[in-house]
C-alpha cells in the first residue's frame, strides 16, 4: 500500500477501509495481490449490480473494441447509442406504459441530480427544492445542497442554499404529519414560505441508512408537489436498475414522477454512465446544448447497458432477487434476535441494512469482516449502518458464505 500513501490524494476512503491491493475479480468475488479471495457485498455502492466482469457484457465490450466502435461520441448519434435506446425503450418504458424523453449528461448520478435541478428550476421559474433529512444526492455543489450530511456538507466552502429540509419519513418528526404541515405553511401567506420547484425523494435512502419509505407516503410526497405545481422527482440512482427485485424501485407504488435520475447499474458493466428520464412536456424546455457533459456518450457504456437490459426481458433475475433478498433479511433478523445490544434491520430486496446503533461496532465489524474475506461498508449517522449491496448475480454459496462471515464478525465484535 505504500505506493497510495505516497502519491494518491489523502480523500481516498475504500482503500483504508480494505487495505489491500485487488487484482482481479469476477461476479461477486475480489482478488488481492497475495491471492486472497474476498465476497463482494459492496458491489462498487451499487454500481456492479450485474457483478464483476460480466460474461455477457465481456463478450459484447471486447467484439465493440475489436470492431473499433465509437468509445467516445459526446451527442452525436450511433450504432450502441441507437440499441441502448431502443432497448430501453421496449423493455423498461414501454411495459410501464412511460414515454419519458432519455437525457445523458456527465456520467455521474450527481451530473444526473444537476440537470434535474436546472430542469425544474427552468420549469417552474422557481429556485428553492425540498429535499429530505439523511437524504444523499452527489457531491457537486447543486447536488451537495440536497445532501444532508454534515460531514459532506462541510467540504463545500461555499453556503449551500435553495434547499428546505423536510423529515424523511422514517426520521424524527417524519411522517403524513409533517407534509400536511409544509401543506399548511404554504397556504399560509403569511408563513413566508413559497412553492418549491420541485420535491426530491429516494425512495430507500442508501447512503442514508437504508431507510425506507412507504408507499402512501411517496403517494402523499407526490401528491403535494402536484398540488403546487412542482415537479416530482425520484433519485433511483443506487436502487434503481433490479436492486429491490424489479427494475425501479417505485415499480408498484401507483407513482408517476416528472424525473427520474439513473446511473452506476445502467452502465452494466461498471463503466461510467448517468441518465435522466424526463416527461416530454418538460424535456422540451431545454435548447440544444444547454446542459452538457464532455463523457455523456459513452460507447462501452451503451454497449454493456444494452446486455443489461436485456436481464428484465424475463422476470428470472427479479425473482432471483426477491428470493435472495428474503435470504438476506432473514439472516439479518437472525442476528438481531441473537443479540441482546437492540440491532435493528430493513431494506427491500437486496439492499439490506443492519443498524448497530454505534459506528465504532459497525466499523469494527467492518474490520472483521474484512479480515474474514467479506467486503461489507458502514453508511448512515455515524457509519452505525452496515449496508449489504452484493451483486445481483450472486451465487447461492458466495451469499450464503458472506452472510456466515458477517453473523460471525457481529459475534467476535461485541
Known sequence: MEVFEKWESEIRGYSRTWPTVFTSASNARQVDEAGKSYIDFFAGAGV???GHN???MKRAIIAFLEADGIAHSLDMATTVKREFLEGFAETILGPRGMTMRMQFMGPTGSNAVEAALKLARRVTGRRDVVAFTHGFHGMTLGSLALTANDYFRNAAGVPLENVVRLPFETAPGGGMQALEDYRALLADGSSGLKPPAA???ETIQAEGGVNVASGEWLRAVQQLARDVDALFVIDDIQVGCGRTGSYFSFDGMDLDPDIVCLAKGIGG????????????????RWSPGEHTGTFRGQGLSFVAGREAVRYFEDDALMQRVRDRGETMASALRMIVRDSD?????RGRGMIQGLDLGDGALAKAVTTASFEAGLLVCPCGTGGRVLKLIPPLTIGDDDLA???EILAAAVRSST
Open 48 to 50: 456492479l449490480n450485474f
Open 269 to 284: 458493466f461498471g463503466t461510467p454512465l448517468a441518465m435522466n428520464l424526463v416527461k416530454p412536456e418538460y424535456d422540451a
Open 401 to 403: 458464505a458472506g452472510l
Open 199 to 201: 420535491f426530491v425523494v
Open 54 to 56: 460480466n460474461e455477457r
Open 341 to 345: 445490544r437492540g440491532f435493528t434491520m
